[in-house]
């Protein structure tokens, strides 16, 4: 049996769906924020525990927390999922046809890329060859900043890779439209847009993962195939490594699981 939903959690639900996507240190302190003045008893190593009674009764609604692990510094996000609508088409009723057209596209770019960007150049080359009407390039800068005001992209130095928020909402479609190159990772079994990998079996580890399970080997080969791992270990440098990665980003996880 479900546990109770208190207002507490009522409220933490209300506060992550208005933000969108929060980031982990700011969701404990709404946690607390939120039992103390509903007056609910607060554990503070219990997040994912409260998280997992708002599950419990979003799953009726087809709805979700997710909690999503940036491969850049591993902090976790929290995102409130719709599991209904898990295509790019849950977008449809902020965008236009064209645009929604060009973020395809720039996924497209980003996915199937070998380091997970695509630069702004690549991006609007493609703004002329739609199959509806043509975009100008003023208006398809235009619309990339709006994507990453909007947290679908984020973009650094002219290079454009999926947002946080975007791997979190989008896994499912990710992983049914991108067979052939979407992998997750064989540690922590989180999607992996971006991921150093073997060069001998091909599997893939965000960085953060590749750090945690390097720390604890004596010398560094791939857990699955046991080949000398390759590619160059963050915070350990070998000479004469060879390198051969994917820049990471973000690994997901289900924010029900402890």
């Known amino acids: ?38 007056k ?5 190593d219990k997040l994912d525990d409260f998280i997992s009674t708002i599950n419990s009764h979003l ?7 997710r909690k999503g692990l940036s491969e850049d510094d591993g902090r976790a996000h929290y995102a409130v999922v719709n599991l209904a609508e898990t295509e790019v088409t849950k977008m ?3 965008y236009t046809e064209i645009e929604l057209e060009l973020f395809r596209k720039t996924m497209d770019l980003i996915i199937l890329s070998e380091n997970g960007f695509a630069s702004s ?15 100008k390039k003023k208006e398809a800068e235009q619309v990339l900043k709006v994507f990453v005001e909007d947290k679908w992209l984020s973009e650094k130095n002219g290079e454009y890779t999926l947002h946080t928020r ?29 991921s150093q990998v073997c060069e001998s079996c091909g599997i893939g580890m965000h960085l953060p993962c590749v750090r945690k399970y390097f720390r604890a080997q004596a010398e560094p080969r791939c857990p699955k195939c046991n080949e000398f791992w390759s590619c160059d270990i963050p915070g350990m440098s070998r000479m004469g490594s060879q390198t051969h990665h994917r820049t990471p980003f973000l690994a997901l996880d289900d924010a029900s699981k402890t």
């Open 1 to 38: 049996m479900a546990a109770q939903m208190t207002d507490a959690h009522r409220r933490f639900l209300q506060v992550l769906m208005s933000n969108g996507i929060t980031e982990g240190s700011e969701a404990r302190k709404i946690h607390q924020h939120c039992c103390e003045t509903d």
């Open 92 to 94: 449809a009723s902020d």
């Open 166 to 194: 975007c791997i979190i909402e989008m896994e499912q479609y990710i992983l049914s439209n991108y067979q052939d190159v979407a992998r997750k990772c064989n540690i922590c079994h989180s999607l992996a847009i971006q």
């Open 59 to 65: 799953q009726p609604l087809f709805m979700q927390i």
């Open 40 to 44: 609910v008893y607060y554990a503070h």
């Open 121 to 135: 150049t690549d991006i609007l080359n493609l703004a002329d060859q739609f199959k509806t009407k043509k975009m």
